[in-house]
């Protein structure tokens, strides 16, 4: 028989509660140096509570300790001659009125361990031009060297959407061959917005038109010679260009259209120049120091002194209470930005550690590499890593990178061992295919029995995918191809 008679029940759950404050520090951790520096300004104003902190030392450098590298590649390291890697914790707050309990041995994903998006979390945002360009180079490149290289083109472009740094120069800091730079550099033009990482206007408006199928040879000769449009020496026009006075008004038309300045039209604002939110310099010794941008650290503090007088002038329950919110509500932010910091800091020295063949040898020594990696050695949730490489630079020997470049595909190996790089398995993928003959054709599941007997653990369908990648024909049309007679 069922009853139906009303009873209380007693029930012990566990529920993480997202406060504003946490749902703030969130926010914090994602955005980068500029939103962080235009909120912080905001909340000066807003919060009696909070003040400037002018004139404060850095900390002193501290060297990280090597016992707590050795979980990963002590042989790469070995070969690379690489030493213990060293930190300057500058983010330190403790000083003058802002002697609060450090935060530094926190865990930072106490933040998200719900699960859900920041979109859920902290809402909806414009990204910015350079957020836009970073998603389509992540879906355009696989090959992590072209994804770094991506990385380098986004942030050295200028406000009006111009890349005038010379391939040759970014193929020597990056450490690999010009040709690989073009190539990038030549994709991303036709990326949206149309034209962008061109080296003048000439080439800018060029793009634009070869994505419209305009840029025939009258209409490079006019290209070549802006300088008489800029003149209106429509004479010297029609001689160069080889066309009646009609065809030419047409191809000015058309070049009017045109967008001469893509990088600034993406919400109507140009796009800032990336300022890195880590310094990376070598020591004589050949290590590494990283220290944070103090030009990019809002250092704000609490004014107890006017805390005591708000405190000693209030009367009523209300104004009370709202000493007691505002002291609050400025004690976490300052909490907030310190975490935000060392967070920071100790990922980007854990990406440095990982990846210090780069650093030294360039772009064809990028190691696998994904975000579990570096959680779990720093003990954080892969969502907090994901946050804080996001709008987050590094500025290197070898450029000024975005940390989220760093991070590659990585599959696992058959025995235990190393993991092997996507990109590799690429290659390897290519060179079976390149190796065929007409009568031993390699099909999807050959090709992984392969991979597998080398020590690549890869299913089949991860082959495909790899193989549609590339651009290589499935086994059937291979064995037509190959066995079709030569004309």
């Known amino acids: 028989m069922v009853s139906l008679a009303p009873r209380l029940d007693f029930r012990q759950t566990q529920q993480l509660v997202m406060t504003p404050q946490l749902r703030q520090a969130i926010k914090l951790l994602q955005s980068s140096n500029l939103e962080v520096s235009a909120f912080v300004e905001e909340e000066l104003e807003r919060n009696p509570m909070l003040e400037r902190e002018e004139g404060s030392a850095p900390a002193e450098p501290v060297q990280v300790e090597r016992d707590s590298f050795e979980a990963a590649s002590a042989t790469t390291m070995a070969e690379d001659g690489a030493g213990p890697l060293e930190a300057d914790w500058s983010s330190s707050y403790e000083s003058g009125d802002a002697l609060y309990p450090s935060s530094r041995g926190a865990r930072a994903d106490s933040w998200d361990e719900d699960g859900r998006s920041l979109e859920e979390i902290a809402g909806e945002r414009p990204r910015s031009l350079r957020e836009l360009l970073a998603e389509q180079a992540r879906l355009a490149f696989g090959d992590p060297k072209e994804r770094l290289i991506a990385g380098q083109l986004i942030a050295l472009l200028d406000g009006a959407g111009r890349l005038a740094v010379p391939d040759s120069a970014i193929a020597e800091a990056l450490g690999c061959e010009v ?255 390149d190796a065929e003959t007409a009568a031993d054709i390699l099909s999807d599941d050959a090709i992984v029995e392969r991979l597998r007997a080398e020590g690549v653990d890869i299913a089949r369908r991860t082959v495909a995918k790899y193989r549609d990648a590339l651009k290589i024909p499935s086994s059937v049309q291979r064995k037509r191809e190959k066995s079709a007679p030569v004309l």
């Not at 008004?249 to 001469?260: D, F």
């Open 179 to 433: 040709g690989l730079v073009s190539g990038v550099r030549a994709r991303m033009q036709r990326f949206e917005p149309t034209g962008l990482f061109c080296a003048d206007l000439r080439e800018c408006l060029a793009v634009q038109l070869a994505e419209l199928n305009r840029l025939d040879p009258a209409m490079q000769a006019l290209l070549d010679n802006l300088d008489l449009l800029a003149r209106r020496d429509m004479a010297g026009l029609l001689r160069v260009c080889g066309v009646d006075a009609e065809d030419l008004s047409g191809m000015v038309a058309e070049i009017r259209r045109l967008n001469p300045k893509p990088g600034a039209s993406t919400d109507g604002e140009q796009a800032p120049l990336v300022v890195p939110d880590v310094l990376m310099r070598r020591l004589p010794d050949g290590t590494w120091l990283l220290e944070l941008n103090p030009e990019t650290l809002p250092r704000v503090l609490v004014n107890r002194g006017f805390h005591a007088t708000c405190q000693t002038g209030a009367r009523t329950k209300e104004e009370k209470a709202f000493v007691a919110e505002k002291l609050q509500a400025a004690n976490w932010l300052v909490r907030s930005l310190e975490q935000r910091a060392n967070t920071i800091l100790r990922v980007a020295a854990e990406i440095v550690r990982r990846q210090e063949g780069f650093f030294r040898h360039g772009v064809g020594h990028l190691r696998p590499l994904i975000l579990r990696d570096v959680a779990d050695e720093l003990g954080m949730h892969e969502s907090t890593v994901s946050r804080v490489t996001a709008n987050k630079y590094i500025a290197t020997p070898r450029g000024t990178l975005e940390l989220k470049y760093f991070f590659t595909t990585a599959i696992a190996g058959t025995r235990g061992g190393e993991s092997f790089s996507a990109e590799a398995i690429r290659h390897r993928i290519r060179d079976m295919v």
